[in-house]
């Protein structure tokens, strides 16, 4: 019963909110939070149940049914999204007064939608299902993203959902080929019969589902509308498409390519497709001049990143791969988020501006934000880089150990670019005001930041275990339809 | 004269070669036109044309409709329901996805007056 609650609970909220929005002026937002508080609270306790894999049957039994699964590894990130969810929805909650959404019920469908999405990406067993939430994360995204109809805000709103659009038709060419071929829609049954396939049938599902997915996991020749989408939509928004949509979307693509698609040459290609992903992101990342645009090109390379470490395929890595998704989520949303407190006088910050701003707490909270991004020791963004060396060198795939040290080097040189905006001496006409709600939740994500790095193993351990359940196809597959 | 035409091979082959040359209409379209109604429209052909594919190739001319009733018990002489049921729910879907774009491209074409996606360039860098 419980890990349907995820889905069900944010898709019936979404549903009730033309009722619950009768109840009054706060009803709304009051409801939601806690409505989340209670899903990160459920989730906890799985966590500490420590129970091992459960299956959840809609209706009937496997082959035919619908299941999700809730391993170790779909724990995390359902216990991620609903944390980062939480955070920011009470973040709005303190803002709000000063500057709500237009048509608040509407928005906070939206969230509830894409929180819902997200945890169904993750959990869901049935390909089709997969395809389902895949659009639904999509729609809402394409929405918050337009939602303030402005004429940039509309733009990025049309790119982001043209490209959803031609995604989604290669997504559902796969499915009809793989339902076609293998007569089922069951991760578990096609990752049984996959192999028996020919070549042929293998290498086209094999790349429609990498272009299918490919725009959403933002991988190199794919990715050219991400900038854009990040430049037009508000930064609270991008908070959640960083944090949240693109690690759903890189999770479910690891977790179909463990259990089915073809090893070997794929995964090389696919390991240096991130490798030159990162690569590009941040030398386009280098001249850059809009904060939004910057840290939405640092993103893509974080990304890519995390792309390597999933496309290594062993557990050290994906443990890696784990550490980093943890760092890069909490760190991109405390950037974002400090972005759109500095943001209420005015939309699209040039980088120039920071020289201005009278924040002390905002520029210490970036700071962390960005020393964890980089990789400084100490801090959760340098175990998970540490680990994904190591390992990398283990493996003894030294060309792309050099391209992910160049790629740190380069992130590295704007990073620090901004740092000295930020330390610049002079006179700061700006003063900036942020509420003490709104500095708990910052200082908790940095908190969460250092802890988190300086006793990495509080966590290793789950994280192994999350590495080792998604990576090992036939305990799925006999958990799913039997030995 | 066309009785040949009849046979599931056939079928099979005529389905198979038409949807594929309709999708690669609608990605010659979303390559080749700017403007964003006529985009919009190239997505939709491509997506009908893996619609009519995945019928076309699972619907089966010798089996009945997948209905139990008194005189139909026999599973085996049935169509697999599966792929309409999928496909509905896509047709579903795509339309929203087409409804919610050609919506935000009015917006868009309210406020700029541009219809054309090479256009389409407020952000500056």
Redo the contacts between chains.
């Keep these: 019963m419980s890990s349907t609650l995820f889905i069900a609970l944010p898709l019936l909220f979404g549903f009730a909110t033309p009722l619950l929005s009768r109840l009054g002026k706060n009803a709304l937002a009051y409801t939601s939070v806690l409505m989340q508080l209670s899903l990160l609270g459920l989730a906890l306790s799985l966590l500490l149940a420590h129970s091992s894999t459960t299956v959840e049957l809609i209706s009937i039994a496997a082959p035919l049914g619908i299941s999700f699964v809730l391993s170790t590894a779909s724990l995390l990130m359902v216990l991620l999204f609903t944390l980062l969810m939480t955070l920011f929805s009470l973040y709005y909650l303190f803002q709000r007064r000063a500057n709500a959404y237009a048509n608040e019920s509407k928005f906070f469908t939206l969230l509830n939608m894409l929180l819902a999405a997200s945890i169904g990406l993750v959990l869901s067993s049935d390909i089709?299902n997969i395809?389902?939430f895949f659009?639904i994360a999509?729609?809402s995204a394409?929405?918050l993203s337009?939602y303030s109809?402005?004429?940039?805000a509309?733009?990025s709103?049309?790119?982001y959902?043209?490209t959803?659009?031609?995604a989604?038709?290669f997504l559902?060419?796969a499915?009809?080929l793989i339902?076609?071929h293998v007569g089922s829609?069951n991760l578990a049954v096609i990752a049984e019969q996959f192999q028996l396939l020919p070549y042929n049938v293998k290498l086209l599902i094999s790349l429609l589902l990498l272009i299918g997915f490919g725009f959403k996991v933002e991988v190199f020749p794919l990715n050219f509308w991400v900038t854009?989408v990040y430049?037009?939509s508000t930064s609270l928004v991008n908070a959640l498409f960083s944090g949240i949509v693109v690690k759903a979307y890189l999770f479910v693509f690891f977790h179909i390519l463990y259990l089915f698609l073809p090893q070997g040459e794929f995964t090389l290609f696919l390991l240096y497709l991130g490798g030159v992903s990162m690569l590009v992101a941040e030398v386009a990342g280098l001249r850059?001049?809009?904060l939004k645009?910057l840290f939405a090109y640092s993103s893509l390379g974080q990304v890519a990143l995390i792309f390597v470490a999933f496309a290594m395929q062993n557990i050290q890595a994906v443990q890696a791969a784990f550490f980093i998704v943890i760092a890069h989520s909490l760190a991109k949303f405390m950037l974002f988020l400090a972005l759109a407190s500095l943001e209420k006088t005015e939309q699209n910050m040039h980088i120039d501006r920071l020289k201005q701003i009278d924040s002390p707490f905002l520029m210490v909270m970036m700071f962390l934000a960005m020393l964890s991004l980089l990789g400084i020791p100490l801090f959760v963004g340098f175990v998970g880089k540490f680990l994904l060396l190591k390992s990398l060198a283990v493996e003894g795939m030294l060309t792309l150990l050099v391209m992910v040290v160049v790629a740190s080097f380069i992130e590295a040189i704007y990073y620090f670019k901004l740092m000295g905006y930020m330390l610049h001496k002079g006179t700061r006409s700006e003063k900036v005001e942020v509420s003490l709600g709104e500095k708990m939740i910052f200082v908790s994500l940095g908190l969460s930041l250092l802890l988190l790095g300086v006793f990495p193993m509080s966590i290793a351990g789950f994280l192994q275990n999350a590495a080792e359940v998604l990576l090992d196809q036939t305990a799925y597959i006999t958990l799913l339809v039997g030995g | 004269m066309f009785e040949f035409l009849n046979q599931p091979e056939v079928i099979k082959t005529i389905v198979t070669l038409g949807a594929m040359s309709l999708f690669f209409v609608g990605l010659f379209g979303?390559l080749t036109r700017k403007h964003?109604v006529k985009?919009f429209i190239s997505?939709a052909i491509?997506?009908s044309a893996?619609f009519l594919?995945?019928i076309g190739?699972?619907f089966n001319r010798e089996k009945v409709a997948p209905i139990i009733d008194a005189t139909q018990t026999q599973v085996a002489t049935m169509n697999d329901p599966?792929?309409q049921a999928?496909i509905l729910?896509?047709i579903v879907?795509?339309m929203?996805?087409?409804a919610?774009?050609v919506s935000?491209?009015i917006?868009?074409y309210k406020?700029?007056g541009k219809t054309e996606?090479d256009t389409?360039n407020?952000?500056r860098?």
Excluded: C, H, W
């Design positions: 089709f395809y389902v659009e999509g729609i394409y929405i337009a109809k402005t004429a940039l509309l733009e709103g049309l790119k959902l043209l959803g659009a031609v989604s038709i559902l060419f499915i009809v339902y076609l829609l854009d430049q037009g850059q001049t809009n645009r | 979303l964003i985009v997505i491509m997506e893996i594919l995945f190739l699972s599966i792929p999928m729910t896509a879907i795509g929203a996805v087409l919610l774009g935000f491209a917006e868009y406020l700029t996606i389409m407020e952000m860098f």
